[in-house]
């Protein structure tokens, strides 16, 4: 199964200490060397981005920045065998946050990525 994870955050007061990126490195590796990871990337805040919305039949296109209060500023795939599993990797990382950078404050969304199990009679791999 494959879990989308979505790191939301308040923009930060400070940048990211070295010692935290040197944690999630080594975590991503661990991840990796698992077979969990399949990507990982950070994210420009929206204001480098746009929003397409339908409603009522109507197509619109909105630039950022986004009013909503936490940006999206990173995404994770992962590929493992359960919802437990993709929530146990999401709060390694948001621990590494709480222990190494004060005052950080962020959500991660673990979403499950459809796959062929969620079609009822479809084959499995």
């Known amino acids: 199964m494959r879990y989308l994870v979505l790191l939301k955050a308040a923009q930060p ?3 990211p ?5 040197d944690a999630i490195m080594k975590l991503g590796g661990e991840a990796t060397a ?3 990871l399949l990507d990982t990337a950070g994210l420009l805040p929206s204001a480098a981005g746009a929003r397409v919305s339908l409603q009522a039949g109507s197509l ?7 009013t909503e209060a936490k940006e999206m500023i990173s995404y994770a795939l992962y590929q493992v065998g359960s919802k437990e ?15 190494l950078w004060e005052g950080w404050e962020g959500d991660a969304d673990v979403l499950k990525v459809m796959g062929p199990e969620d079609f009822g009679n479809a084959p499995t791999e």
């Open 85 to 99: 599993e993709a929530v146990g990797w999401a709060s390694k990382f948001l621990a590494l946050h709480r222990d």
């Open 60 to 66: 619109s296109v909105t630039d950022g920045p986004f």
């Open 34 to 36: 698992a077979g969990a």
């Open 13 to 15: 007061a400070t940048p």
């Open 17 to 21: 200490p070295p010692e935290l990126m």
